[in-house]
Structures are given as C-alpha cells and as structure tokens.
C-alpha cells in the first residue's frame, strides 16, 4: 500500500536549484513543503566540483562544491 500526505509544495530534486527553492519557499511563509531527491545525498553536481569558486556571494568566503552544498543542506535541515 502506498502512503498518502497532502503538502502545501512538491519540490523534486535536492540539487542547487532544488535546495533554493526550498529555502526560497520557506522564506516567503511555506511551512508544509516535501523535497524529493533519488540521490543517497543533497547537493546534486555541487558534490562532484571541488574546485573553489562557489559562495563568495552569498557565503561572502570562497567555497568548494561540496562545502558551497554542505552550507545550504545544513540550512535546509534546519527548518525541520
């Protein structure tokens, strides 16, 4: 049998776009939200690009992929 729930948003994919938009949807006042990702790990190609270069706008510090997805999962889990 499969579970039912009814949410206020649907997000598929962890990835970049889909952790923004999360975080995004929460800021403008949406508390009933589910975030599907097929992956073992948020993050999406964020956790493959381990060159510097990511946050330095939104972080304000030069960041890894991986450290640049670790910051927005960290926030993501936090609104549980």
Known sequence: MIARRKV????IGGGPAGLAA?????RSGCRDLL???RDFQL???LNQCIHNGFGLHY???E?????????FV???LALA
């Open 8 to 11: 206020g948003l649907v997000i």
């Open 22 to 26: 999360a975080l995004e949807a929460h």
């Open 35 to 37: 975030l599907l990702e």
């Open 43 to 45: 993050g999406g190609i």
């Open 59 to 61: 972080f304000n510090e």
């Open 63 to 71: 960041l890894t992929g991986p450290e640049y997805a670790a910051r």
């Open 74 to 76: 960290d926030e993501f």
